[in-house]
């Protein structure tokens, strides 16, 4: 079961800003303001950014279900492109393993840079019966697809407003 996203947007950031800020997985954690229901709570990336072939482990809570991440980073061009790979393991029976991942090309444009992102998320629900297959392929179809785009735009928004302040901190 895969659900593939594509969005385009513009950032106001130049390329390397923008890559900067979504190479360093210890930052992510912080700047980036993810859902109540479901936060990263640690990673053991070291500091700064994580380049291609680099490995970590993040943790955290899906509503009440605990959740590990293994990522590998699988592209990292600075100032043009960058792309993860990430397997979500579920501390719950029921819940299945998710793949996926996640490329981001960043290509100067005027002021900032418009950033092509392009997503693949997918589930084993081989553990499910037929009905639940179904039911988690539209939910899938209607819900998540429309998430990891507006994700994409929070990401994007939240990545400006980090870099706004790191850069009035410095002055």
Known sequence: MTTSVAATAQSRLSPAELFDLL???RGCV???????KDRPQSTDAP?????AGAEYWSRGLCGTIAWRARTSVTAAERSRHY???TEIIYEHPRVPRARSSE???LEPNGVGCLVRYETEVSQDTALYGWLARIYVAVANRLLVARSLRKNFHHVLRAAEAEAARSASTRT
Not at 30 to 36: A, I, L, S, V
């Open 23 to 25: 190479a360093d997985p």
């Open 47 to 51: 500091p700064g950014p994580a380049l």
């Open 103 to 105: 490329r981001f090309v």
């Open 83 to 85: 792309a993860t790979e």
């Open 30 to 36: 912080t700047w980036h303001d993810h859902p109540t």
